[in-house]
């Protein structure tokens, strides 16, 4: 692993804040709302794997659009609900027009469900290697043309994207892309160079991408949203290729704010995250440090890292959904009331924490939490599990931060 340097990250967002972190879970309850709108003047920067992927190009963009899958609609009433400011989608179907994602911005624009609007009128996003052909027979089956040859596993093109949608202006320009990363060009990699063979240099890091994307907050302060989604460490055989990728996956962020030069972006440019920048690590990292069957090392060491601070966004229901479904759950070591992902308790992983959003350290945390409601909350409706979940198997996951000239710029 590259040494870590000395780093002070945003000193103008940092040195307007003025909250301690809070309980997110036990202040909303207090408080008799939830969830609970963010403090005054605060950025609420979220992650959520929406699970608007589906089978063939296009399905995704029509099942938003058309308005009349419950899905996305659960979906979209989350999102009104908690509000996010700077808003990252995991698993929405990427098209190179990008239909699916203006469709989603046109939904949460319209009140809905006796909630007003909400307006992002900056979108972002870019290919990812999910359903990418790769030409390589990397699954062994004799053809090289099926979900499991692409650079990351996925039916077609785009499948399993990603998108950005902000109230504030996104940097397109300055935004950075590692899609096309070499995983063989990582130091000490975990590349299982045998189980590969002559395809092993051909194959990329990212299972998806990872971005790096400025977005410019009220009073001239730029926040660098670091972005990703990790395969899922399963659904391998005994080279545990998928744990060893989610792994380096992780482990990239660590070497990019440590400034590693082995690290090029799409466009050839070489180098880490600048030193001084604000950033936050947002995305489905699809790997929790306690339980499951991902190689722990390398979200354990980002959760660890110095540059890096973890508000450890909780929710009333994620502990009761544990103690009520059992099965796997009941021998997890991690606190149930962290959980982000709501998975099969028998024969399965139980729930977990998977998604995360990690500012930089010196940065000061207002608030924080999960969307999962408790069971006694009508709104538990929208996180509803089972084989055709409501909205998500995942939940959204928020951090409110402050920043100098926030409150100019009210919330709607």
């Not at 090289?144 to 990351?152: N, Q, R």
């Not at 995942?394 to 100019?408: E, S, T």
Request: with cysteine; charged share 20%.
């Amino acid at each position: 692993m590259i040494g870590r340097r000395a780093f002070v990250a945003g000193a103008a967002l940092a040195a307007a804040c003025r909250l301690a972190a809070l309980p997110a879970a036990a202040a909303a309850e207090q408080a008799g709302a939830w969830p609970p709108p963010p403090a005054a003047g605060a950025i609420r920067v979220a992650t959520f794997n929406a699970s608007l992927s589906r089978r063939g190009p296009g399905l995704a963009w029509k099942a938003i659009a058309q308005g009349r899958d419950p899905q996305p609609r659960a979906v979209a009433e989350i999102i009104r609900r908690v509000r996010p400011d700077i808003l990252l989608i995991n698993e929405l179907d990427h098209d190179p027009e990008g239909l699916a994602l203006r469709a989603l911005a046109d939904v949460l624009r319209r009140p809905a469900d006796g909630l007003p609007g909400v307006d992002y009128p900056h979108l972002f996003s870019a290919p990812v290697n999910a359903g990418e052909p790769s030409g390589l027979d990397l699954d062994g089956d004799g053809v090289a043309t099926g979900p499991g040859d692409a650079f990351g596993w996925g039916a077609f093109p785009g499948q399993y994207g990603m998108a950005l949608l902000s109230r504030f202006p996104i940097d397109a320009a300055r935004a950075r892309s590692f899609r096309l990363l070499k995983w063989a060009q990582m130091p000490d990699s975990l590349l299982p160079v045998a189980h590969y063979g002559p395809a092993a240099p051909a194959l990329r890091l990212s299972s998806k991408s990872h971005w790096d994307v400025p977005a410019m907050l009220p009073g001239g302060v730029e926040l660098r949203i670091l972005a990703s989604h990790s395969t899922p460490p399963v659904f391998d055989g005994p080279e545990d290729r998928n744990g060893r990728r989610n792994h380096d996956e992780i482990r990239f962020w660590l070497d990019y704010l440590a400034g590693a030069d082995w690290i090029v972006d799409d466009a050839g440019v070489a180098g880490g995250l600048p030193a001084g920048a604000a950033f936050v690590i947002m995305g489905d990292l699809n790997a929790d440090p306690q339980d499951g069957e991902a190689r722990r090392e390398a979200i354990r060491a980002l959760l660890a890292s110095p540059l890096v601070q973890d508000p450890r966004p909780a929710s009333p229901g994620a502990a009761a959904a544990a103690a009520a479904q059992g099965g796997e759950n009941a021998r997890h070591r991690g606190d149930p009331a962290l959980d982000t992902a709501d998975w099969r308790d028998k024969g399965g992983p139980g729930n977990l924490r998977v998604d995360y959003v990690l500012p930089a350290a010196g940065l000061r945390v207002a608030g924080a939490g999960v969307f999962w409601p408790a069971p006694h909350d009508p709104l538990a409706r929208l996180v509803k599990g089972g084989r055709r979940p409501a909205s998500s198997d995942h939940r959204l996951v928020w951090v409110d931060l402050l920043a100098p000239g926030a409150g100019a710029s009210p919330r709607p």
